[in-house]
């Protein structure tokens, strides 16, 4: 393993650092300047001027001992709406125009402004430039006739340009652009000036007819004609200019008239466009209320059927349960009740047999007896309503030697009759009336 020393490490780190520091330094001292601007360094910059300017490019700046500020290159505009200035005529003229101009780059305009303009606002250098302006075109039309001010429009922006900006160049600016719109005259002398070249030129085919008439009549009436004709076009001219400007008038007054017709429509449009959303928007609120109204109310309505449902379930489930009871009560009820009856018909049943002892047919035919009464009920009522002349009973003649079937069953029943009274009398029981009764002779049935 490679060691190094604290000290080796030390040597090597602060070394570094030291750059590192110096670097940044000189970048922080460093200033550059872009091509839109002009850096001004002032403060003791080492020569006879009282600041250094730089387009383009860098410089160090010093601390402590310098400072530096910038000047912007971008163009001002300013509008000079020039009345009532004197020409060489006396005459006032009103000259409109537009001036365009900015910081220049030039060396020693650059000192001016960097002088004069430093840290100054944009709106106090436009009107310090605009109270220049405004006395040098003042100058400029006081050395110029209306002529030459209206006719000669490349001379007059000539002498504006150099008048102007040798002005300006003494705060730091320079002229880019100079345009002037329509000038015009209180007196209205530029009008008469247009009167007066149309008055030359009648002027002028009036000298020529008169060199026409000592021509000849010939001439004299040719040139008569031409006259008229030239005077009729003046004046067709004058008419169709006098025209032409009413209807330029007239389609201007038009054109602001639908204007401001389209602008109150589109501001009617607007404000009842505004007063429909306004309507909707609460039309759209009173809905919604209602709406979370209504629906609460049917929530509170459906918790109630909920409920109400609820309980008249649980009322008929309970009546349910207690029916089913009440039901399965009574079938135990019968269950026992049959039970009852099947038990005592048990014992009874046991005890006619024991009664009969040896003969046990008596319990059968006991049991007859009891169905007899029944039997003979149900088949009275089934031939009741049947008219009989008489009975016959047919018999085979089958049986014994002692006779016939039937007649040996009468009389076998006849015989047990005794018995049978006998019988019941013992075990308490009375039989049918149909069966008669035994007397104390036993003689009689």
Avoid at 15 to 35: D, E, G, Q, T
Avoid at 116 to 138: C, F, M, S, V, Y
Wanted: contains cysteine.
């Amino acid at each position: 393993m490679l060691n190094i020393s604290p000290s080796l490490i030390g040597m090597v780190i602060v070394p570094a650092l030291l750059i590192v520091a110096v670097l940044s330094l000189v970048a922080r001292l460093y200033k550059r300047c872009s091509s839109n601007k002009i850096l001004v360094v002032f403060g003791n910059i080492g020569s006879d001027k009282t600041a250094k300017c730089i387009h383009g490019g860098g410089v160090f700046v010093l601390p402590l001992i310098q400072d530096y500020c910038y000047l912007l290159l971008e163009p001002m505009t300013t509008e000079i709406d020039l009345k009532g200035a004197l020409s060489k005529k006396n005459i006032r003229v009103n000259v409109p125009a537009t001036f365009t101009f900015g910081v220049s780059t030039n060396p020693d305009v650059m000192q001016n402004a960097a002088e004069r303009l430093l840290e100054l606002e944009k709106r106090d250098i436009i009107n310090q430039a605009n109270d220049i302006i405004l006395g040098q075109l003042r100058l400029v039309i006081a050395t110029l006739s209306i002529e030459e001010i209206n006719q000669d429009r490349e001379k007059f922006l000539e002498q504006i340009n150099a008048n102007v900006n040798t002005e300006l160049n003494k705060i730091g600016l320079e002229v880019i652009n100079v345009n002037v719109r329509d000038i015009t005259d209180e007196s209205g002398y530029i009008e008469a000036i247009g009167k007066k070249a149309a008055a030359e030129a009648i002027n002028q085919a009036k000298v020529e007819v008169a060199q026409q008439e000592r021509i000849g009549t010939v001439g004299q009436a040719e040139a008569t004609k031409n006259q008229k004709i030239q005077v009729a076009g003046f004046d067709a001219e004058a008419v169709e200019g006098e025209n032409t400007a009413k209807a330029l008038i007239a389609d201007y007054n038009a054109d602001l008239a639908m204007k401001q017709a389209y602008a109150l429509k589109l501001g009617e449009v607007a404000t009842a466009n505004a007063e429909r959303d306004i309507l909707i928007a609460q039309k759209e609120k009173e809905e919604a209320k209602l709406k979370k109204e209504e629906l609460a109310r049917q929530e509170v309505e459906k918790l109630k059927i909920q409920v109400m449902a609820d309980a008249e379930a649980e009322r008929l489930r309970r009546i349910a349960l207690g029916e089913a009871d009440a039901v399965k009560a009574k079938y135990f009820a019968e269950a026992e009740g049959i039970k009852a009856v099947l038990e005592a018909k048990a014992l009874g049943y046991e005890k006619l047999v024991s009664v009969c002892n040896s003969k046990p047919e008596l319990a059968t035919s006991f049991l007859m007896i009891e169905k007899v009464e029944s039997i003979v009920e149900k088949q009275v009522k089934a031939i009741k309503n049947i008219k009989f002349d008489k009975i016959t009973v047919w018999d085979s003649g089958a049986g014994t030697q002692n006779g016939s079937v039937t007649a040996n069953f009468m009389k076998d029943l006849i015989k047990s009759l005794p018995a049978m009274h006998d019988l019941a009398q013992q075990a308490g029981i009375e039989l049918p009336v149909v069966l008669g009764k035994v007397g104390a002779n036993r003689g009689n049935s």
